[in-house]
DNA sequence: GCATTTCGATACAAATATGTATTGAGTTGG
DNA sequence: CCAACTCAATACATATTTGTATCGAAATGC
């Protein structure tokens, strides 16, 4: 359908995503100064002449992948969100369990957002930056939860900024756990308890048999 | 009193615990990669060859300053529960609270420890070697938490495990958002809150007026 | 279709980090 | 008090890493 030539090059912003590809994983598994300019290129096939040519200096691509990893989750939990607001009639329960399986869950989204955190705790020029946007994540699970809270009204509403930074907390305080011994703390078990601990409207569910409705995560 | 000359020059022992004190000053500003010989033998003024003479190799130095760390840590949670535990009449939450208070709440720490995390998640020698110390950490929280409740059983015993581990990941939470935004959020906020959650034996507690009652941490 | 511009690969130069070797001061044992 | 030894500082060589400059291929506009 094209009258011009096929592509035989590619276009600058597809280079650059290859570039922050390969930066996802190098960060990841090597972290923030462990990664370098030929481990990143060499993971997507690409010469460290691509990568001056993209992107100016280190922190600069630091930032550029962050802002794709925020954007990425941030587009993913509301439409979560929507999606699961949308059907009528979710307990407080299933939504929240629904919510938190829409979190990324693997190693190298854990490894990432905690070298992020780590450089924004080292770097004053990006700690504002990165509450703002950790700012945005937060205020869709208070949106979420209050949403929740219209119908199912255990948890005050005041108390909705702590809860979502506890949700926060736990799931990455869970992941890591999960991640170092694999099997031995299951992926969910933490949050799970916590959901049933806010949810509790009585002692007695914080003493119930959990085992009877084992959790399929 | 002693016979012999007084010395002038300091034993091997303690310029290892210098070259320790530098590199969790280095490792905590700047990462493991990020930290140098340089910089590590600077901020305690001696030089790369008492660093070279001291420790064989960067990781070498790691271990060690991770042993050290946490060593220090169980020491003190041993100390804090002993001391909690030894006077009578002492509730749940009083003891919670204070056993959380000992736990270390400084930057350095924070940075050390999540620097840790990552090297152990990146290097499978050290996963189990951190996992098992962990433990030891948990295993006071447990112990201390078991003591707890022979007195105040309003949270099964069986639950135990997942309540330590929970204590850890929001403490750990919560102490990155308070260095991120220092003042944003309360020091143990988050804590308080899980605290307040698990020793409710009725819904009141959760909707009960936090502010009633400011914690002074 | 040709000149211009863009992009990515290669080559080069400079900076930085690590580990080893050497040296001199300080300590220990006879 | 002297000889042997230990330790930390300095100097050196090597290895990485980064940034710049150059070059060729490919796309765009006239």
Redesign the pocket.
């Given at each position: 359908m094209s009258r011009?030539?096929a592509?035989?090059?590619?276009?600058?912003a597809?280079?650059r995503e290859r570039i922050l590809d390969g930066a996802l994983e190098a960060f990841a598994e090597r972290g923030f100064h462990g990664?370098?300019?030929?481990?990143i290129?060499e993971r997507v096939?690409?010469?460290?002449?691509?990568y001056?040519?993209?992107f100016r200096?280190?922190d600069e691509l630091f930032f550029a992948l962050y802002d794709r990893v925020i954007e990425r989750l941030q587009s993913r939990l509301e439409e979560a969100t929507a999606c699961a607001l949308s059907m009528p009639g979710s307990t407080a329960d299933n939504f929240l369990k629904a919510f938190i399986a829409s979190y990324p869950f693997d190693r190298d989204w854990y490894l990432l957002q905690a070298e992020f955190g780590l450089y924004a705790l080292r770097h004053p020029a990006m700690a504002s930056h990165y509450a703002e946007r950790q700012g945005r994540i937060l205020a869709i699970i208070e949106g979420a939860l209050a949403d929740i809270l219209r119908e199912d009204a255990r948890i005050a509403a005041r108390d909705l900024p702590c809860i979502a930074r506890l949700i926060l907390a736990v799931h990455e305080g869970s992941m890591f756990q999960g991640l170092l011994e694999p099997g031995k703390v299951a992926s969910g078990e933490l949050l799970d308890f916590l959901v049933d601990l806010m949810l509790a409207d009585a002692g007695d569910v914080i003493r119930r048999d959990r085992d009877g409705s084992p959790s399929q995560t």
């Open positions: 011009r030539p592509r035989t090059r590619p276009t600058r597809q280079t990664a370098t300019q030929e481990d290129c096939g690409l010469s460290r002449g691509a001056n040519s993209s200096s280190k």
